[in-house]
């Protein structure tokens, strides 16, 4: 083996396992360079940009999916907090839900572009019109799986921020209980607390079974969970 090929093989070894750090620069918080450099060092992020998905949280949805077995083809799908897209597009694929006839309804206040097969709405879930407005666009049939990612903003404060939360999850479980249609399914996002006894048991009666899960695309230092209500009553 000539010197420069051994060099090259011994630099490409020394390599190997070695993670990209990020310079603070002028200006940048100590947070923001340590965000940074965590999305750089993600394999699920670099994992997105390989596969076309819009973000790594897309891969949540396709592990909780593997393991309940969320979806079929053909099922009517809401997504609150559709932004950027992720869940979009595991729904759009796993449902199989076609342009000419689109079963699967985004929501967010954030701009979202478009996805094929899909019906986004930029509107705050938060508006009192909001739920009308998706009834609306399913052309008033029922849903067979209402998903939330919606997160509040934090404020550092952990019992105001869990108090958030669980409103948001509150709100979008009642709207699931609404437009449901039998045997349908909720998932949603929650954080550290999990959820309150009063919506726990309120989710009870409406569903046959109900499950709390952290999918491994989930950071492990993340205090999020999400929650799985199978078999609405109805």
């Not at 932004?83 to 699967?104: D, K």
């Amino acid at each position: 083996m000539s010197k420069a090929k051994k060099n090259r093989r011994n630099k490409k070894t020394a390599n190997i396992g070695l993670k990209t750090r990020v310079k603070s620069a002028k200006g940048r918080k100590i947070s923001s360079t340590l965000w940074l450099q965590r999305q750089l060092n993600d394999p699920y992020v670099a994992r997105a940009k390989i596969e076309g998905y819009r973000s790594r949280a897309a891969y949540k949805l396709k592990e909780l999916d593997e393991k309940y077995k969320l979806f079929k083809p053909n099922m009517r799908v809401i997504d609150l907090g559709c932004a950027p897209g992720g869940w979009l597009q595991i729904a759009q694929r796993a449902v199989q839900s076609m342009p000419e006839n689109p079963t699967i309804i985004g929501i967010d206040y954030l701009e979202v572009e478009p996805i094929a097969g899909t019906i986004i709405l930029q509107k705050d879930f938060s508006d009192e019109d909001a739920p009308s407005a998706i009834i609306k666009k399913l052309g008033g049939k029922k849903a067979d799986i209402v998903l939330s990612d919606m997160a509040a903003p934090t404020t550092g404060h952990r019992q105001t921020d869990h108090i958030r939360i669980i409103a948001l999850v509150e709100m979008a479980a009642d709207f699931a209980i609404d437009v449901l249609a039998p045997n349908g399914t909720f998932v949603a996002k929650v954080f550290q607390g999990g959820t309150e006894h009063q919506l726990l048991n309120r989710l009870k009666q409406h569903f046959s079974k109900i499950f709390h899960a952290k999918p491994p695309a989930s950071r492990k230092e993340s205090a999020e969970t999400y929650l799985i209500a199978k078999g609405f009553k109805g």
